[in-house]
């Protein structure tokens, strides 16, 4: 299997923006549908968000919506999340799934909203 590589997290204050990225190396993943997830301490993983294949069809989590973006980048074969107007409880390990058997889970990426 493949295992995917998230990047882009660390400490930001409430109010800021990060730009997660979500990678295959070696892989192209342009033809599958990926999503986003994140999990908090103590917490189930939960959906953020995902993207079609084609990144015709997003969907967001409630939580998360107006504030997030994902977005396919088929130049540097990536998915990434754009979040903005970060709050503390947007605090956990996000990862990234890409939605074929091929795929695996990534390691994650902390995200950390604190002042």
């Known amino acids: 299997q493949v295992q995917v590589v998230e990047s882009g997290g660390g400490l930001v204050q409430p109010g800021g923006s990060l730009r997660l990225s979500c990678a295959a190396p070696?892989?192209?993943?342009?033809?599958?549908?990926v999503g986003w997830y994140r999990q908090a301490p103590g917490k189930e993983r939960e959906l953020v968000a995902t993207?079609?294949?084609?990144?015709?069809?997003?969907n967001y989590a409630d939580s998360v919506k107006g504030r997030f973006t994902i977005s396919r980048d088929n130049a540097k074969n990536t998915v990434d999340l754009q979040m903005n107007n970060l709050k503390p409880e947007d605090t956990a390990v996000y990862y990234c799934?890409?939605?074929?058997?091929?795929?695996?889970w990534g390691q994650g990426t902390q995200v950390t909203v604190s002042s």
């Open positions: 799934k890409v939605y074929g058997r091929l795929f695996s």
């Open positions: 070696g892989f192209t993943f342009s033809s599958y549908a």
């Open positions: 993207t079609s294949s084609t990144d015709t069809i997003t």
